[in-house]
T-cell receptor, first 110, second 115 residues
Framework: EAQVTQNPRYLITVTGKKLTVTCSQN?????MSWYRQDPGLGLRQIYY???????DKGDVPEGYKVSRKEKRNFPLILESPSPNQTSLYFC?????????FGPGTRLTVT | AQSVAQPEDQVNVAEGNPLTVKCTYS??????LFWYVQYPNRGLQFLLK??????LVKGSYGFEAEFNKSQTSFHLKKPSALVSDSALYFC?????????????FGKGTRLSVIA
């Protein structure tokens, strides 16, 4: 089954404690991206990657890092999380015509 | 720059009545347009897309959307609403033939179908 997976699905952490949210896709897509969803703001792109070792900033990259060492994986790294990064995060991969989303990771930073 | 506007934060409709969720967009060139739905505590599910061709696009769960180039709109419609259609709906746009442009989302419209 074609899918995008994310882990963990839920995470509660404290300010400053580094965390990684993993993302993996099994569709051999070159393009992957991360979004955060906040009430009243819709989905905003954090980072995207057009291929292995090629990443670029989206609209709201501050406080986040990503890496793309393999085509299927695109982890999101928060080196020093802060409460304003409390949000619902979605990983996505796409072809030129369709985008597929992971199930989401609900992150709470206290 | 691309942008999407969903002018209504909330739409309420009675079960069995037709529903419309509005979306307007701004993009250079002919757009790729999408609708996604998010049920409570779930991820985003693809509903339908317009790439080219017939302006009326049919999608999942009986939804359809009409592309109107002159009005730069892509409203989501369904002839008869179900309570189970209650969810958060997102319109999205992407410029064509540009591999690195993101899918830009509207802020979402919460649809509430009342029995």
């Amino acid at each position: 089954e074609a899918q995008v997976t994310q882990n963990p699905r839920y995470l509660i952490t404290v300010t400053g404690k580094k965390l990684t949210v993993t993302c993996s896709q099994n569709m051999n897509h070159e393009y992957m991206s991360w979004y955060r969803q906040d009430p009243g703001l819709g989905l905003r792109q954090i980072y995207y990657s057009m291929n292995v070792e090629v990443t670029d900033k989206g609209d709201v990259p501050e406080g986040y890092k990503v890496s793309r060492k393999e085509k299927r994986n695109f982890p999101l790294i928060l080196e020093s999380p802060s409460p304003n990064q409390t949000s619902l995060y979605f990983c996505a991969s796409r072809t030129s015509l369709e985008q597929y989303f992971g199930p989401g990771t609900r992150l709470t930073v206290t | 720059a691309q942008s999407v506007a969903q002018p209504e934060d909330q739409v309420n409709v009675a079960e069995g009545n037709p529903l419309t969720v509005k979306c307007t967009y701004s993009v250079s060139g002919n757009p790729y347009l999408f609708w996604y739905v998010q049920y409570p505590n779930r991820g985003l599910q693809f509903l339908l897309k317009y790439i080219t061709g017939d302006n009326l696009v049919k999608g999942s769960y009986g939804f359809e959307a009409e592309f109107n180039k002159s009005q730069t709109s892509f409203h989501l419609k369904k002839p008869s609403a179900l309570v189970s259609d209650s969810a958060l709906y997102f319109c999205a746009v992407r410029a064509p033939n540009s591999g690195n442009t993101p899918l830009v989302f509207g802020k979402g419209t919460r649809l509430s179908v009342i029995a």
